[in-house]
């Protein structure tokens, strides 16, 4: 089958540089284990649970809670917050870290106003310390919420009135509607939603190395730049890839073989309901205050940092870097959302366990430090330009130089590695979701996968295909370690610039070249998520 044969080459293609991680395990590195045991590993191990218990619990509940209250019910700002619930994800974690730094160091503005106004001293109050495993989950949980987000509130919009009302008939009230009803057909999507911000978290590396909280991805760049050591590295890279692969497991297990569908003829859009009084208040309050503090606090200090700066938004060099951003995060988007579609969909047709799981395992770059996956690119990418240049010599006399490891090519490469779960996960939980027995009618009627997907799922698909473009889109802006390693000389990115001044810990310089990334993902995602409810009304069948 064309599906199967093509899905298993561009997973193929897509793991083999994750898959060169596990060459290192034969590669003895006893000492390196023993000396990480004896210093970090009890500490890494605790942050690392810390951290994946706290992001996994906030991102689930404050995602799923604001995404059931804009979808099912009206309230004051309730369609505003539909589109404004998304802006945290535009922020850079490393970003929105030094932010809060900033805000609530004993020198910052909140404690020195607090001081001013009670005169108090340092010994006399309390105050909250994100420098914790607790303070980064609670940080991390402000910007990587939007993920569960998107995929429930697309669920939501995917769901049936008759089924809510047959709920409400039989004498359910709102809530247990929600738990009974709502919440195990919405629960693919919020777990694929909630595995998104939990490889994020288990990959990044600016925010929790600023904050000084060890954790693998730490311990890795430790590892390969302070002690030299690339296989060791690998090995605990290797570490993360299963940490990734046992939260897969975990959730596919604890889902069994339950299954669920809409069918055609119940698709009818759920209308909101209006809520009055202190529900309506305590409904805007709890959408609200994420936006707040995952988006609207940090922009408005970065703002007056940026205002404080001699960095002008204009100046040549950021607006070439800002090019340079746009031009690889549109490139990058358009192909994990098309291949996202193409691996989800061929999992649709085979229907194989360990097929289905090769497609899992072509998504585990999400958990892999960017800096790891650089160099899983730029090995075969530079054996292949050696070919290329030996050929080109041999045959026509011509040095072509470095065709793939030297040109934006292997940074889109790079990128696809590491945010193809972003498309997988927007995209699988919403072609599950049609009932199968539409497959089986057009296929009666002679009609072939390619035009199935074409004239029957693709126009279903909007919402799902549209977030999982704009998701990688706002991804790849913010990607830093793979960029700062695979970049080609003199093509320097907007992240790049930004964490040139915030390591220097010039925050107000790095503040202009963050605000630029937040101007350039502002756009889109406010379109995403406007355009989720109307895309997905659109696909559903009239009743």
């Known amino acids: 089958m064309i599906w199967k044969l093509g899905a298993t080459l561009v997973a193929a293609l897509v793991v083999l540089p994750v898959l060169g991680l596990a060459a290192s395990l034969f590669s003895g590195r006893a000492e390196m284990w023993r000396h990480l045991a004896a210093t970090q590993l009890a500490d890494i191990v605790s942050n690392t649970a810390i951290l994946l218990i706290g992001v996994g619990a906030g991102t689930a509940a404050i995602g799923t809670a604001t995404a059931w209250l804009v979808t099912m019910h009206r309230f004051p700002f309730s369609r505003m917050l539909e589109w404004a619930l998304i802006l945290p994800l535009v922020l850079p974690t490393y970003i929105i870290g030094y932010a809060y730094a900033d805000l609530l160091a004993f020198a910052g503005p909140l404690q020195g106003g607090l001081r001013a106004l009670t005169g108090w001293q340092r010994a006399d109050y309390w105050f909250p310390d994100p420098a914790s495993a607790g303070g980064v989950a609670v940080l991390f949980t402000l910007v990587l ?47 694929a939603g909630v595995a998104l911000a939990l490889f994020e978290a288990l990959a990044d590396f600016a925010t929790v190395q600023y904050y000084g909280v060890a954790t693998f991805t730490t311990a890795i760049y430790r590892i390969w730049y302070g002690m030299g050591d690339r296989d060791g590295a690998a090995q605990v890279a290797v570490v993360l890839l299963a940490i990734a692969a046992l939260l897969i497991v975990v959730e596919r297990r604890s889902r069994g073989r339950a299954r669920h569908y809409v069918a055609s003829n119940l698709r ?66 358009v192909a994990i959302a098309a291949i996202g579609l193409f691996l989800a969909y061929s999992g649709r047709l085979v229907r194989r366990r360990r097929f289905n799981r090769m497609i899992d395992l072509a998504t585990l770059g999400y958990a892999v430090p960017g800096a790891v996956i650089a160099v899983g690119i730029l090995l ?102 793979a960029t700062l390693l ?58």
């Open 145 to 191: 919420y939007p993920y569960v987000y998107l995929a429930a509130r697309t669920a939501f919009l995917g769901q049936s009135r008759p089924l809510l009302e047959a709920s409400r008939i039989l004498g359910c009230g709102p809530w247990r509607s929600f738990l009974a009803v709502g919440l195990p057909m919405a629960r693919p999507a919020i777990a």
């Open 268 to 333: 009818e859009t759920v209308g909101p309901d209006r809520l009055m009084g202190w529900r309506a208040a305590a409904a805007g309050v709890a959408c609200a205050l994420p936006v707040l503090l995952g988006f609207a606090v940090p922009a408005l200090h970065l703002f007056q940092l940026a205002a404080r700066s001699d960095l002008s938004l204009t100046a040549s060099a950021m607006l070439r870097d800002a090019g340079n951003s746009m031009l690889l995060a549109t490139v990058a988007a």
């Open 380 to 481: 075969p990418l530079t054996a292949a330009d050696r070919l290329i240049g030996r050929t080109a010599n041999d045959l026509f006399g011509v040095s072509v130089g470095l065709v793939l490891s030297g040109t934006p090519i292997a940074l889109v490469l790079a990128y696809v590695v590491r945010f193809l779960a972003v498309g997988v996960a927007n995209i699988a939980p919403g072609l599950a979701a049609i009932d199968p027995a539409m497959d089986a009618s057009a296929q009666g009627l002679g009609a072939r996968a390619a035009t199935i997907l074409r004239r029957i799922h693709l126009p279903m698909l909007r919402a799902p295909v549209l977030a999982a473009a704009i998701v990688a889109f706002v991804e790849v802006l913010k990607e830093l370690p």
């Open 486 to 543: 695979i970049r080609p000389f003199n093509f320097d990115t907007l992240a790049v610039g930004v964490y040139r001044f915030a390591s220097d810990e010039r925050l107000a310089e790095a503040a202009a070249g963050a605000l630029l990334i937040v101007v350039a993902s502002l756009v889109p995602v406010i379109l995403l998520g406007r355009s989720i409810a109307a895309s997905a009304t659109s696909s559903r069948p009239a009743p």
